[in-house]
């Protein structure tokens, strides 16, 4: 256990819970990851070994047979898959996103029916708003659900699915005109439905395209993807919780939940890249000494500790409120800006430690540095966060006069 990073408050299960991943980090991810993410390889060893310490039902109820932990626990786990290889902390969580969002606001039957599942691993779960002209403005929607009969028929096209390819279980969020009347505010007229596929490409079921994996620049490994809908015939018993125009409240609450673990995701990378960083830095000799008793040196690791330490403190906080049932939606911003910043600081400095070598495929940073940015445009772009924070601070401090 290293010094940076601790979480005061943990009891006996949690601190097992964490540790017993940490093990399975540094034994099974980190020899395998950067190999594995320069052949852009889907982690399936890795994932096997996650079902079986139950980490897909980790804040899935008891009564369907997940663990039952809460959001502080799934973070710090995020935190420590992240450090191994943040690809696998994504397949995880797009997963978690939509547990989460079938356990808050999903019917009986359609929690019996999935739940269980999905805390076995059996089903994987993703979830889609994002289209391929509106990036951040989800209000601006075109894919449409149109009702007939039992039935509704989706068309559309979405876009950057996390676990596309993989899942078996989609939320997809569409625009659904019935029973809102002309002039209905965007955001009111959406409904969040249930897509059940089988895993593949091509095309999936009836009406049910996934193209292929998207080539990117780093998150390799983990597969993302379009989603095409032409003529998807859905049961009206999967529109998520049973009526329709609460589409966007649903996904926004589940996107909130998800700030937290793309926080954690970056706490989990600036804490390897400080962890390669402050080894290399002892191993290395520059005019007859250990570049880490150079000054300018020093000085990089002592900014790159209280980033990696104010970073995991928001992190913590975000998720302690929203444990308490309060809205937290502020502090997931914060964090999740914070976070993702600062890990693409760390990630540089220990870049450039290593120097010419950070250049080298042979050296983890070289991943690492390529892994960052997707932190600063994941689940919200770091604009759209400063948006929602500066919107809440006016909420909260209202000019009296």
């Not at 998807?232 to 700030?259: C, H, K, S, W």
């Not at 209280?306 to 929203?322: G, Q």
Request: aromatic letters at 8%; charged letters at 25%; a negative charge.
């Amino acid at each position: 256990m290293t010094r940076l990073a601790q979480t005061a408050g943990l009891n006996d299960i949690q601190q097992e819970i964490l540790s017993t991943v940490r093990d399975f980090v540094d034994k099974e991810i980190i020899p395998v990851a950067t190999q594995l993410e320069h052949r852009d390889e889907y982690p399936t060893e890795i994932v096997e070994g996650l079902k079986e310490l139950g980490l897909f039902g980790l804040m899935i109820p008891e009564e369907y047979g997940g663990l039952g932990e809460s959001l502080l626990t799934y973070a710090l786990c995020v935190e420590e898959i992240a450090r191994g290889w943040m690809s696998v902390s994504g397949i995880i969580n797009t997963h978690f996103i939509v547990a989460y969002m079938l356990k808050q606001h999903g019917t009986q039957e359609q929690k019996d029916t999935f739940l269980p599942r999905m805390a076995l691993g059996e089903v994987r779960g993703a979830f889609s708003m994002s289209e391929p002209a509106l990036g951040s403005d989800v209000s601006a929607i075109t894919s449409k659900g149109v009702r007939d009969g039992d039935e509704y028929v989706l068309n559309g096209q979405k876009m950057w699915l996390t676990n596309g390819g993989t899942s078996s279980l989609v939320a997809v969020l569409c625009r659904s005109d019935e029973g809102h009347p002309e002039g209905t505010a965007p955001h009111k007229s959406m409904t969040t439905f249930l897509v059940e596929k089988e895993p593949g490409f091509g095309e999936v079921r009836p009406g049910l395209t996934i193209p292929g994996k998207i080539d990117k620049m780093g998150y390799k490994g983990v597969d993302t993807t379009e989603l095409i809908m032409d003529g998807l015939r859905i049961p009206a018993n999967r529109v998520l919780g049973g009526t329709t125009g609460r589409g966007f409240y649903q996904m926004m609450d589940g996107v909130e939940v998800g700030r937290v673990n793309v926080a954690a995701r970056g706490c989990g990378v600036a804490q390897r890249a400080f962890e390669l960083g402050v080894s290399y830095a002892q191993q290395r000799h520059t005019f007859g000494k250990p570049i880490a008793q150079h000054q300018a040196i020093q000085f990089k690791l002592a900014e790159m500790a209280t980033k990696v330490e104010a970073a995991h403190a928001m992190m913590v906080n975000a998720a302690r409120k929203k444990d308490s049932g309060e809205r937290n939606d502020l502090e997931a911003g914060m964090a999740k800006y914070l976070a993702s910043e600062y890990c693409k600081e760390v990630v540089e400095d220990a870049f450039r430690i290593h120097g010419g070598y950070g250049f080298s495929k042979e050296y983890e940073i070289e991943r690492l540095y390529r892994e960052a940015p997707m932190l600063l445009i994941g689940e919200g772009t770091a604009e759209i966060q400063k948006m929602i924070i500066g919107r809440r601070l006016l909420e909260e401090y209202r000019f009296q006069g």
